[in-house]
DNA sequence: GGAATTTCGTAACATATCTTACAAAATGGT
DNA sequence: ACCATTTTGTAAGATATGTTACGAAATTCC
């Protein structure tokens, strides 16, 4: 659970005696929480730093109502929520909901900004994280205006490609019930796209496997 | 054009007087541009902290192919693209193109990290500024994975009523066009569904301009 | 290895939005 | 006040995706 700290983003670059000794001058406490406990409401106001030492958990964009889109999964030892702390308006725009079994540090944001501005190493490992979940959304949000559902399947498709190539983390094989939720369309619907697709030779599904036969024109698919 | 940096987010809490020492302690300089001139393409990495000091900049998302969305307006004394700079990915996913003759202060990377960690009160400031970006970002996605045009258009009229509400900035009269492409619809479709609302007495057009008749029902269309 | 459960394939029909085209109405320039 | 241009209203047919339902195939559990 320590080691988790040691290897955070936030504590990039600081040796491991040093983060102990850091933490040392700065209040900060642990917090639990059980699987399904929400950590967070949406619309609640955001006053700590949260850097999850121990499990996972997703944010879920929530609607005057019903929720709408998972957001994405974070994961120990990554801080979640990093923007939030310091907007001006500082509610929650996402529930965020425990994952697994969950631990939490928690800062606050007084005692951040003391950390910050004391430690530069600190604050540009900050800047980095919130800069890259920036990043991420701002991705997500180019797939979500796709409009057909070609557009997001040759999207996806071709990103998980690229990870592979780029020997990033091979992520675990999806059901398509989840491709479904994640591209926001019905199972059956996608189920039926799949086929269409695999019809006209663009992809070859085998062993619940997508694989991509015609790159090309998966491609060109992306323009509308 | 001086005025427009001691107004600034970024200097917000600084004296004029003082802003003026500070930049003398740091490399910098001005750079113009004319309206419709490219000032990033996408794709390109951003190694300077860019903040206008005449005229307004967009930013339009692009795929692999062309345009998808407006993401959003920046205007003078704004930073743009405040996260593109501290990200590890630091390409930009955006082109920020001219609306107008425009002015920008830069700041290398190397340089900005030294302000922050020189002045608390910018590095605060600066903070504020992507964490406030984020936050719009976010709002923006909640907005697009709205599913139906309905909601999207209960959305749209209630967030303008409630800005109405408190006094800010009242943006001008969007077109019906301007509002399709807004909402990623085409324009006949958005023509049918306003005058199909206004039949139902959920709405009344009047003057090009659309009155909320029955907030309580728009209310209840966002569910989905 | 058989039963229970999950995942996938498919079909018929419903619905939302797009496409294209054209005309009416409003607006702006001179 | 008139003409040119922009904006809005409308309609018919096309297309994409949703809904519901059911059976087949695969996987997991005991």
Do not use: W
């Amino acid at each position: 659970m320590k080691e988790a700290l040691y290897e955070s983003g936030l504590f990039h670059g600081i040796k491991a005696d040093k983060v102990d000794e850091i933490l040392q001058t700065i209040h900060h406490q642990y917090k639990s929480f059980q699987k399904d406990e929400y950590l967070y409401y949406s619309g609640e106001s955001c006053e700590d730093m949260n850097l999850l030492v121990e499990g996972s958990v997703r944010g879920e964009i929530v609607d005057f109502r019903g929720k709408v889109v998972k957001v994405e999964d974070i994961f120990t030892p990554d801080v979640f929520a990093p923007a939030f702390l310091f907007a001006t308006e500082n509610n929650l725009q996402v529930d965020i909901i425990a994952n697994t079994k969950v631990r939490v540090l928690r800062i606050s944001k007084r005692e951040m900004i003391e950390l910050l501005n004391r430690h530069p190493r600190i604050m540009e490992n900050y800047l980095r994280i919130i800069s890259d979940r920036f990043v991420i959304i701002t991705q997500k949000m180019k797939f979500l205006s796709l409009k057909t559902m070609r557009g997001k399947i040759a999207h996806y498709l071709l990103m998980r490609e690229k990870r592979k190539q780029q020997n990033k983390q091979i992520r675990k094989h999806k059901t398509q019930e989840q491709l479904a939720e994640y591209f926001g369309v019905t199972r059956p619907s996608l189920t039926r796209e799949l086929k269409i697709m695999e019809k006209e030779g663009l992809i070859y599904l085998q062993d619940k496997e997508i694989k991509i036969l015609d790159k090309a024109r998966l491609l060109d698919l992306m323009r509308r």
